[in-house]
């Protein structure tokens, strides 16, 4: 059964700080990763998808890698700005079966 | 258009009431799923319809039943819920054939 463990649970760092949130996922086998922030009460944004047979996608500040032969993925997220305060979710999704597994997400505070 | 909508946006209805949450998306995705989100907690997978068809249930109670009346719309149907139901139910949709999942901002459900 798939699990996926994000770490830390809470990270608060000074504006301008490059910084990098873990996912850790308990079977690679044919999942892609896809990474969502969430403001509270509010739906989620997606930010970054990575199909399994990629290692690394990149968005403006944004860049997520992962290595399924160690079952991680990383976010990280260049000269962070208070307005990147949110929840950061990571989702195993398996590929062509829709089932998709959540993390418990990271929640990040930039201070200004 | 990249947005998927939800109504209604906030929900108040008693044990004994019978509603219904609407999603809707115009961006040609043919898999579309449903969220519950409880407070601090991760969005848990409830059902997935692709090509309007039932493909997941993570058996939810009969309480909730789906629906996919045609390729833009989602409803889920409520009835005889109870107080611990109360939650975030979120809507998503996907291409079949890229995982991304875009979601909507939600429906806020309260039952007393």
Known sequence: KQEVTQIPAALSVPEGENLVLNCSFTDSAIYNLQWFRQDPGKGLTSLLLIQSSQREQTSGRLNASLDKSSGRSTLYIAASQPGDSATYLCAAINTGGFKTIFGAGTRLFVKA | ?112
């Not at chain 2, 609407?22 to 969220?35: L, N, V």
């Not at chain 2, 005889?80 to 079949?96: H, K, R, V």
């Open chain 2, 1 to 112: 258009d990249t947005e998927v909508t939800q109504t209604p946006k906030h929900l108040v209805m008693g044990m004994t009431n019978k509603k219904s949450l609407k999603c809707e998306q115009h961006m040609g995705h043919r898999a579309m799923y449903w969220y519950k989100q409880k407070a601090k907690k991760p969005p848990e997978l409830m059902f997935v319809y692709s090509y309007e068809k039932l493909s997941i249930n993570e058996s939810v109670p009969s309480r909730f039943s789906p629906e996919c009346p045609n390729s833009s719309l989602l409803n889920l149907h409520l009835h005889a819920l109870q107080p611990e139901d109360s939650a975030l139910y979120l809507c998503a949709s996907s291409q079949i054939t890229r995982d991304e999942q875009f979601f909507g901002p939600g429906t806020r459900l309260t039952v007393l």
